[in-house]
């Protein structure tokens, strides 16, 4: 057994602000503003006259006041102090009262570039910035045979310690005993991690079907399951397992709303063959409690975490090789911090053998 001491968080968390986040569905943003936050910056979310989304630094140019708080007017998001209109691009376009042209460059309030797709708002990182790449694309949504079911849900911790917990195998059978794994005998695998300049990916060989509850609903007739589990830039984890007909996908982008808070925003994707495909969205739903219950129990795991880091006033974490992607992604978060553009292309991989 090897052990890798790693400090991972401690009072600086990596944050990588040259990419996207999603800072709402699509659902959610509707007429009236939206406040939110990426990486503790307050951030107002609203639709112009096109219905296209905006995002403007949360803070009225004029006296501070959070834009958030006002409404959205004609398309523009009006200050509720004054009532200074602002367009999604930042530029002011209504003083009230003001008899000269209102766009100046100063009142103008910082805007960040803004993709809608995938049912998503997603934000650039940086205001004012440049995208030099497009958001992540969640895969299956278009197929037929699949059905979709979402999820946002916010937990405390960083986005490393969230997106590790969501791609932890060895937790499982722990924390989530009975619900997913653990039930049963063990059974030995065999794990190829392959990391990527942007990504990292387990795969997970010879794995049995997994007992308990879910496990009975993914692959009814048992047998031996093909299983991925993948982290990707900035912020993205992906868990899929494939049985025959069954395939199912759960796809995460994480949000840091603070450093030490993070918006978990799921779609999971599936097929089931024994589901017809009409009646798999109620299947899913079915589902839906079961998941959330595994899903809050790893929320409340995360919270102790936290806790325990922000006591100490760092993080201890020393890894086995079960611990198969946490410290990659923490190395690819911290690369990934400094700027991407050094990052080399060579895939290196790795093999070890796990008991669950
Ligand atoms: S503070 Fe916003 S209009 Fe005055
Ligand atoms: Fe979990």
């Not at 045979?145 to 405390?156: G, H």
């Not at 984890?237 to 978990?264: C, F, I, K």
């Not at 991407?340 to 053998?353: G, V, Y």
Request: aromatic share 8%; glycine share 8%.
């Amino acid at each position: 057994m090897t052990t890798v001491p790693l400090r991972v968080v401690g009072p600086d968390v990596p944050r990588v602000l040259d990419d996207w986040y999603v800072l709402a569905s699509s659902r959610e943003l509707r007429k009236k503003p939206l406040a939110r936050e990426l990486y503790g910056a307050p951030i107002a979310l609203f639709r112009d006259e096109h219905g296209r989304a905006a995002a403007l630094v949360d803070r009225c140019p004029h006296r501070s006041v959070p834009l958030s708080g006002g409404r959205v007017e004609d398309g523009t998001l009006e200050c509720p102090y004054h009532g200074w209109r602002f367009a999604g691009d930042g530029r002011c376009v209504r003083v009230p009262g003001l008899t000269e042209e209102p766009d100046h460059r100063t009142r103008r309030c910082a805007s960040y570039p803004v993709r809608e797709q995938d049912g998503w708002v997603w934000v650039w990182a940086t205001a004012g910035d440049t995208p030099t790449r497009e958001p992540f694309r969640f895969p299956l949504l278009d197929d037929p045979r699949y059905a979709s079911v979402r999820q946002t849900l916010e937990m405390a911790g960083t986005v490393h310690a969230a997106a590790e917990n969501a791609l932890d195998v060895p937790h499982t059978a722990f924390l989530h005993r009975g619900l997913f794994r653990g039930a049963g005998k063990t059974n030995e695998l065999e794990v190829r991690v392959r990391r990527h300049h942007d990504r990292v990916e387990a795969e997970y060989i010879g794995e049995p079907r997994p007992s308990g509850a879910l496990g009975r609903v993914l692959a009814p007739r048992g047998g031996v399951v093909e299983h991925f589990d993948r982290f990707i830039l900035p912020s993205i984890t992906q868990v899929e397992y494939r049985l025959g007909e069954s395939h199912v996908l759960a796809t995460v982008a994480l949000t840091p709303r603070t450093d030490r808070r993070t918006v978990m925003n799921a779609v999971v994707s599936f097929r089931l063959p024994f589901v017809p495909p009409r009646l798999a969205g109620l299947a899913g739903e079915l589902l839906r409690p079961l998941g959330l219950s595994v899903l809050r129990q790893d929320a409340t795991i995360l919270a102790r975490q936290d806790e325990a880091i922000a006591r100490f006033g760092e993080a201890r974490f020393v890894s086995t090789e079960l611990d198969a992607l946490g410290p990659t992604i923490a190395k690819l978060l911290r690369a990934a911090a400094r700027g991407r553009e050094a990052a080399s292309d060579a895939i290196d991989e790795r093999t070890f053998r796990m008991r669950v």
